[in-house]
């Protein structure tokens, strides 16, 4: 099998981490990834928060009901949309969507745990996490990004559903 195909398939939530640290030309590397995601109309709204600090984390473990992995992450990449334009108010969440994926499965090349955390529509997230991080009203938090190097193995989760699969008509 190819190494993309490869990382698509072994890609796995991870939420247990090593104390190794990520370094800065790693996170960038991740960042860079991100912004090569499509975007409607190449509006590319993506703007991003570098976290390192365990008291941010610790803020947003309070307010965030399925963060609990923050207690050994290393890093969290809070993904924030740019609201700026109808365009970007549209496909914001698609085009964050792609992004984070591809953060996602960068960082699995690289060797680095990570696990989506979802914030966006919730409004409550929204408004607790533009709060802990200063994030301006015409910005959206769309969702964190926790990142380490991992402490636990998970296994190919065999997804594929032929039955999911529809040909020519439903
Ligand atoms: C929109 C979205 C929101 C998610 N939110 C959380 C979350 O808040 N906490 C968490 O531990 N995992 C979260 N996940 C991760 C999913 O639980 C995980 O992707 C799913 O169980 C499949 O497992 P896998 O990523 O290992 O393939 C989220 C994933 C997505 C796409």
Redesign the pocket.
Same mark, same amino acid.
């Given at each position: 099998m190819n190494e993309t195909l490869n990382i698509i398939f072994t890609?796995?939530?991870?939420?247990a981490y090593t104390d190794k640290q990520i370094d800065d030309a790693t996170i960038e590397t991740l960042l860079k990834a991100g912004m090569y995601a499509p975007s409607a109309k190449n509006n590319q709204p993506w703007h991003f928060i570098v976290v390192r600090s365990k008291d941010t984390m610790n803020k947003i473990m309070k307010v965030?009901?399925? @963060?609990?992995?923050l207690r050994t992450a290393n890093v969290v990449i809070v993904v924030c949309a740019g609201q700026t334009s109808e365009i970007q108010k549209m496909f914001f969440p698609q085009d964050l969507?792609a992004c984070?994926e591809n953060i996602?499965l960068a960082a699995t090349s690289l060797g680095i745990g990570s696990?989506?955390?979802?914030v966006y529509p919730s409004s409550d997230r929204v408004k607790e996490l533009a709060d802990i991080c200063d994030i301006p009203n015409d910005v959206v938090p769309f969702?964190?990004i @926790?990142l380490g190097y991992p402490a636990e193995e998970?296994p190919d989760?065999n997804?594929y559903d032929a039955s999911r699969v529809h040909t020519e008509k439903w």
């Open positions: 890609r796995r939530s991870i939420r965030h009901p399925y @963060s609990r992995m969507g984070t996602l696990v989506w955390l979802g969702g964190l @926790s998970r989760p997804r």
